[in-house]
């Protein structure tokens, strides 16, 4: 089954202790994206990978990297999580060309205390 | 980045009526599409509608999209309790491969 797959889904931890998001798809997907969504804001892009090794900034990267060693696998990392950071993190992926529509994973909910 | 504005914010019809949502953007665009999420969980794709196409269809859904005015509607007719969800537009700009997601709509369809 085609799929984008986020781990963990849940996940409560403290300030400061760095933690990893990880998300993998199967369908062969060049472009690979991570949002957060927050009430009232929608969902906001914090990193994309073109492909592999090329990652770029989104509109909210502060606090989070990425890297992007194999086409299927696009951690986030939070290196010293905050408590804005406090989110439901989505990872998405489509083809590398035009009009095609985005796949996303289930989410994962981060609560940073 | 431009964020869509999806209009209304919340919307709330009896089982079978027809749910119109709206979306203005301020940007020249490749495509705009629309997704569905049910609560707490991921995206998923309804349907994609081109620069250069007016209007499509897909099974209950009917979106139109106007480039001069920047806007596009999502019709769903002959609503069920199961399309209860929020609903966002997300635009794909011109030279761009992101997509610029709207605050969505709410539509809840009471049986």
């Known amino acids: 089954e085609a799929q984008v797959t986020q781990n963990p889904r849940y996940l409560i931890t403290v300030t400061g202790k760095k933690l990893t998001v990880t998300c993998s798809q199967n369908?062969?997907?060049?472009?690979m994206s991570w949002y957060r969504q927050d009430p009232g804001l929608g969902l906001r892009q914090i990193y994309y990978?073109?492909?592999?090794?090329?990652?770029d900034k989104g509109d909210v990267p502060e606090g989070y990297k990425v890297s992007r060693k194999e086409k299927r696998n696009f951690p986030l990392i939070l290196e010293s999580p905050s408590p804005n950071q406090t989110s439901l993190y989505f990872c998405?992926?489509?083809?590398?060309?035009?009009?095609?529509?985005?796949?996303f994973g289930d989410g994962t909910r981060l609560s940073i205390l | 980045s431009q964020q869509g504005e999806e209009d209304p914010q919340a919307l709330s019809i009896q089982e079978g009526e027809n749910a119109t949502m709206n979306c203005s953007y301020k940007t020249s665009i490749n495509n705009l599409q629309w997704y569905r999420q049910n609560s707490g969980r991921g995206l998923v794709h309804l349907i994609l509608i081109r620069s250069n196409e007016r209007e499509k269809h897909s099974g209950r859904l009917r979106v139109t999209l106007d480039t001069s005015k920047k806007s596009s509607s999502l019709l769903i007719t002959a609503s069920r309790a199961a399309d209860t969800a929020s609903y966002f537009c997300?635009?794909?700009?011109?030279?761009?491969?992101?997509?610029?997601f709207g605050t969505g709509t709410r539509l809840t369809v009471i049986p």
């Open positions: 369908m062969n997907h060049e472009y």
């Open positions: 997300a635009t794909e700009e011109t030279g761009a491969n992101n997509l610029f």
């Open positions: 998405a992926s489509k083809f590398n060309r035009n009009n095609q529509p985005q796949h």
């Open positions: 990978s073109m492909n592999v090794e090329v990652t």
